[in-house]
């Protein structure tokens, strides 16, 4: 990315204030960050400059810093290198940041310079003649996925083709941008396949589907007994005098140690419960 500087001085206005809107907005967003960090508003506040008059002055970065209480070279540092930040006058209806690395260039970013070059003029930052419309090449502003695209100061127009940007450039010109929606130009929502969707989207065969079906519902009837359903018996349990009366419980002993293969000793009595 190429070095940034501040306009000339010959178009630097000499002073920068608010205006009474943004003068509240700013310091509420300022009491946003806790004490000692107010200076993280640096860059909502340059924005809202550059909203007001088009592009951020060396007076209005010089006000920003006094009004968070750090350096002017710190302030300097931020707006110089955020490309977001215009230094110097732009196009007062559109500036079209054309993102030319390489996702973007590889998908046609080289035909849209082309364009601005032919729409707005011939050099980055050189105004139309009418003065409303200008461009300039930029690094990575983080649509790669929907490559080419450009910014138009704070939205995104991604998926772009050369004759779309023609007329997204014509719209902004007439002072028509809200007839322009942002974020893909293509049949896309956001990142999601042109198109619509293309995957797990078969229907599954129905013999696939009976067959599943069928092998749930046979797990389902054997794998849950009965809430009711009588637990086994042990000859411990039958033995167990609380539970048997004597002659009942050397009856079931026996039936039940036969099974087990165990032996039972019928003369020894059951005890009698207590």
């Not at 960050?33 to 008059?53: F, V």
């Not at 920003?64 to 110097?88: H, N, S």
């Not at 729409?119 to 790669?144: H, M, Y």
């Not at 519902?217 to 009366?245: I, Q």
Request: charged content about 25%.
């Amino acid at each position: 990315m190429s070095v940034r500087r501040l306009a000339e001085d010959t178009v630097q206005p000499a002073a920068f204030a608010f205006s009474k809107e943004n003068a509240a907005w700013a310091e509420a967003t300022i009491n946003k960050y806790p004490k000692g960090r107010e200076q993280s508003a640096i860059i909502p506040l340059l924005m809202r400059a550059q909203e007001q008059d088009g592009w951020v002055t060396r007076s209005a970065i010089e006000s920003i810093a006094d009004m968070l209480g750090m350096p002017y070279i710190r302030a300097l540092e931020v707006a110089t290198f955020y490309t977001q930040f215009q230094l110097k006058p732009v196009g007062s209806r559109a500036h079209v940041q054309v993102c030319g690395t390489t996702p973007c260039m590889l998908r046609g970013a080289e035909d849209l310079i082309k364009v601005c070059k032919k729409k707005i003029a011939a050099e980055p930052f050189a105004l139309n003649e009418s003065g409303t419309l200008s461009w300039e090449e930029v690094e990575c502003q983080g649509a790669c996925v929907n490559a080419p695209m450009v910014m138009i100061f704070k939205d995104t127009f991604e998926d772009l083709t050369p004759e779309r940007l023609e007329q997204i450039i014509d719209l902004f010109d007439a002072g028509e941008k809200a007839e322009v929606k942002p974020g893909p130009q293509a049949d896309r929502i956001y990142s999601a396949p042109v198109g619509g969707p293309t995957t797990l989207q078969t229907p599954e065969p129905a013999v696939k589907k009976t067959a599943r079906a069928s092998k749930a519902a046979d797990k389902k009837a054997v794998s849950v007994p009965p809430a009711n359903a009588a637990k086994p018996k042990t000859a411990a349990d039958v033995t167990n005098p609380t539970l048997k009366t004597p002659a009942t419980a050397r009856k079931e002993a026996a039936k039940i140690a036969k099974t087990e293969g165990e032996t039972v000793d019928k003369s020894k009595p059951a005890k009698k419960p207590r």
